[in-house]
Nanobody, 124 residues
Framework: QVQLVESGGGLVQAGGSLRLSCAAS????????MGWFRQAPGKEREFVAS??????????DYADAVEGRFNVSGDSAKNTVYLQMNSLKPEDTAVYYC???????????????WGQGTQVTVSS
């Protein structure tokens, strides 16, 4: 069972920045993807950004709403993925969840794991 622990949420004014961290309980060797989703009150959980690893290649994906403002990065030595959020807007207010796809060799597929979430509030 992989544990994901987020940190770095908080309250910030519009235009400000925050950096979220997500630490995994094991190394990223079996990870197929690590990234972030968010859920605002009364809305569905939505994709924000992710890092994908496949056959030695790394790809970065972003939702249109955050492209150019957010940056996802990883530190494999620390088993940690980060989300640098700049130029924050009130509509970015949500609970942010870390997500990881972890390859299960016995099943031949990846399993999804989620963190507990961290609140980000952007005031206008």
């Amino acid at each position: 069972q992989v544990q994901l622990v987020e940190s770095g949420g908080g309250l910030v004014q519009a235009g400000g920045s925050l950096r979220l961290s997500c630490a995994a309980s094991e190394n990223t060797f079996r990870m197929t993807t690590m990234g972030w989703f968010r859920q605002a009150p009364g809305k569905e959980r939505e994709f924000v950004a992710s890092i994908r690893w496949n056959s030695g290649n790394t790809a970065f994906d972003y939702a249109d709403a955050v492209e150019g403002r957010f940056n996802v990065s990883g530190d494999s030595a620390k088993n940690t993925v980060y989300l640098q959020m700049n130029s924050l807007k009130p509509e970015d207010t949500a609970v942010y969840y870390c997500n990881a796809g972890v390859w299960d060799y016995s099943l031949g597929r990846a399993n999804d794991y989620w963190g507990q979430g961290t609140q980000v509030t952007v005031s206008s």
